[in-house]
């Protein structure tokens, strides 16, 4: 049968084309336009090449400065609140009930975080921390430990790594604990019969076990903690001074604080691009380990 | 190394108050002999795997006592006893490679590096793993798994029993009787006692001397194969082994005669103290009942189809309600789809409530 050639199938496409371009081609092409130009205002713009960029890169400028600040202090944030999640939340799904009435209490107790919108985590932790009408803050400086986080910068950080380890580690755990779950339980009479110890057990089959929904679990906390923003914003506001300022309240303060578009442009691509690349290296490493546990013929 | 006696052994997973009739393990006692080949063969739900797990020690049971030669290992954990156990699927530690798996249970408990080597370098040998020790255990086949699983079990040089739980449910049908004959193999070298859980006869009858046939959370009936063909206990055991399995015929038993539909079944023993009350029915093999042309003194049926098996042809009658499979001899044809049934007298046994009974000579 022959094919008729027919052109109108585009027609079709066309919506899509449209929706992809007004949704993500123009703004990121006007944030493009923007990190190569400066304005003064009144709509005016000067052309600037790459010159925002090398700023950025360049430590000795005041742009570069700031954003190499702001994205150690993420990456050492994102490493912190990482090491402390990740066996939290194993020991929590370890501990967890397998089954009875009790398995859904858990799950409903650790997910009540979990639904709890991001500003609202940000006010609670804001208030319940304050030394004068703070539940927390004010026993804390009640049995002796000076504890503001408005004007010491150690304190301001574990409010923040606290709130964020509060917020999150639930997900964590439950991650965990549905690769716990999918274990079949001759696993464990196995290693029963070959005489195996609790920790033996958990490093010969759960940890194994659980690698991937750990992989996923470490990459979903990764990118959260590299682009948040809202609970520190609002217990902190990245302060004291800017010391608790992560890259994305940097971004926010140039571009509507200072009005720097092309600078706050140029900041984002390049915030982006660093998302994007620990995406796909995440990606890679999964679909890799995936790959290899797949089970090979001839080999009886 | 040693013999398994099993004492008034009972299990329910409602607890031990819950009524008997609902035990998924009742009362048992029995001995398994040091070095035995055992099946144990039943349908799904019989409660084999219970029995099995028992005497693991996954599962504590809810009464009666495990002796292993003698000595009371009921309250011992599974670590403590010394048993191997293979289950339906295989289970190997993912990131080990297979020579890790196989020292396993050896490092668990202890045992020095040298000695561990020799005996992995030992089990490795004898079921065939040699040049995969070094290898990640993930990327082997099935069978390669369950015989890693098994080498675990094996590894232990004071293991008492392996037992096995359906073993070769996930291996390919061509490897099944090479797996199943490296385990006679290797049950003869190493004079283990092994129990293979199955439900599968054919599996039983050529991997066991002993076939425990358990029907209902209960053993109904222990032997050789042979034995189990020859004079089945219990009208399960008759219709479960055996392909096609017993006839199985309500009748009427007086002294040596059995009457069914009025017509009179020479017996070759004399059953005069039946139970009274009880129901009687008489069991006999398809292989000993002929169909031949219906002639006066036989009993006779309606052939429904006859199922050419090749090697032998079996006629599937019906006498009234009651079907039956009996032999066709060769040639035999039937123009108006009725035959003649020929009972060899010394196969027809009689059972009362479903057991087995004696007769006198």
């Known amino acids: 049968m022959d094919k008729t050639v027919n052109q109108k199938a585009w027609f079709l496409v066309l919506p899509v084309f449209l929706v992809v371009a007004f949704s993500a081609v123009l703004p990121l092409m006007t944030v493009v336009n923007y990190s190569m130009q400066d304005t003064f205002g009144n709509n005016q713009f000067f052309w ?77 932790w804001q208030i319940f921390g304050r030394p004068d009408i703070g539940l927390l803050g004010y026993v804390l400086n009640a049995i002796g430990i000076d504890y503001n986080y408005v004007s010491n910068e150690i304190d301001a950080w574990v409010t923040v790594i606290v709130m964020d380890v509060w917020h999150w ?63 520190p914003f609002v217990v902190t506001g990245g302060g004291p001074g800017n010391s608790t300022t992560f890259v994305s309240i940097e971004l926010v303060k140039i571009a509507l604080g200072q009005f720097d578009l092309g600078k706050a442009a140029a900041l984002s691509l390049v915030y982006n691009l660093i998302i994007l690349i620990v995406c796909w290296i995440f990606y890679t490493v999964m679909t890799n380990a995936g790959a290899e546990r797949k089970p090979q013929e001839g080999a009886a | 190394m040693a013999r398994i006696d099993l004492v008034d052994l009972a299990h329910s997973y409602g607890g031990n108050d819950a009524p008997q009739d609902s035990f998924a393990l009742k009362p048992v006692t029995m001995t398994w002999r040091q070095g035995g080949a055992y099946a144990l063969l039943g349908p799904s739900g019989c409660g084999k ?106 590894v232990r040089s004071d293991v008492a029993a392996v037992l096995f739980d359906e073993p ?7 490897l099944k009787w090479q797996l199943r004959s490296k385990l006679k193999a290797l049950h003869r070298e190493l004079d283990l006692t092994m129990i293979y859980v199955t439900h599968d006869q054919t599996e039983a009858l050529t991997f066991a001397d002993t076939v425990v046939v358990m029907h209902d959370g209960r053993v109904v009936q222990s032997g050789t194969p042979a ?74 049926s309606k052939i429904e189809r006859v199922d050419d098996l090749g090697r032998i042809r079996f006629a599937r009658v019906r006498v009234g309600e009651a079907k039956l499979a009996a032999r066709a001899p060769a040639g035999f044809t039937s123009s108006d789809g009725m035959a003649g049934l020929k009972f060899d007298p010394s196969h027809v046994h009689v059972y009362a409530d479903s057991l087995l009974v004696e007769g006198a000579v």
């Open chain 1, 48 to 124: 600037n090449g790459v010159g925002w960029f090398k700023e950025l890169l360049d430590p000795s400028t005041d742009l570069g400065g700031r954003f190499l600040a702001s994205l150690g202090r993420n990456l050492f944030f994102s490493l912190v609140i990482l090491a402390i999640e990740v066996p939290l939340g194993i020991v929590i799904a370890l501990s967890m009930p397998r089954q009875g009435w009790t398995v859904a209490a858990c799950l409903v107790i650790l997910a009540l975080p979990l639904l709890i919108p991001w500003n609202v985590v940000g006010t609670i």
């Open chain 1, 169 to 231: 580690t639930s997900l964590v755990a439950l991650l965990c604990y549905a690769g716990l779950k999918s274990i079949p339980e001759a696993y464990y009479q196995a290693a029963q019969i070959d005489g195996a110890s609790r920790w033996a057990v958990f490093k010969a089959i759960q940890l194994p076990k659980m690698n991937r929904v750990l992989l996923i679990a470490v990459l979903l906390r990764f990118m959260d903690s590299f682009m948040i923003y809202t609970e």
């Open chain 2, 49 to 154: 795997t219970t029995l099995l797990n028992v005497i693991s020690g996954i599962i504590t049971p809810s009464r009666g006592k495990i002796l292993f030669d003698g000595q009371d290992i009921t309250p011992l954990s599974t670590q403590k006893r010394n048993i191997a156990q293979v289950f339906q699927f295989p289970v190997i530690y993912d990131t080990m490679t297979v020579g890790q798996n196989l020292a396993f249970p050896l490092k668990n408990r202890g045992v020095p590096k040298a000695e561990i080597d020799k005996r992995v370098a030992e089990i490795g040998r004898l079921l065939d793993l040699e040049p995969y020790l070094n290898r990640k255990a993930t990327r082997l086949t099935a069978d390669a798994k369950q015989k890693i699983s098994l080498g675990r079990g094996l």
């Open chain 2, 168 to 174: 070769l449910t996930v291996i390919d049908p061509e």
């Open chain 2, 227 to 300: 034995e189990l063909f020859d004079k089945p206990a219990h009208t399960f055991v008759g219709y479960f082994i055996g392909s096609p399995g017993m006839n199985i015929l309500p009748a009427e038993v007086r002294g040596r005669e059995a009457r069914i539909d009025g017509h009179v079944i020479a017996l070759n023993r004399s059953y005069d103290n039946l139970p009274a009350g009880a129901k009687i029915e008489i069991g006999v093999r398809p292989e000993f009942v002929d169909a031949v042309t219906p002639a006066p003194g036989l009993l006779t």
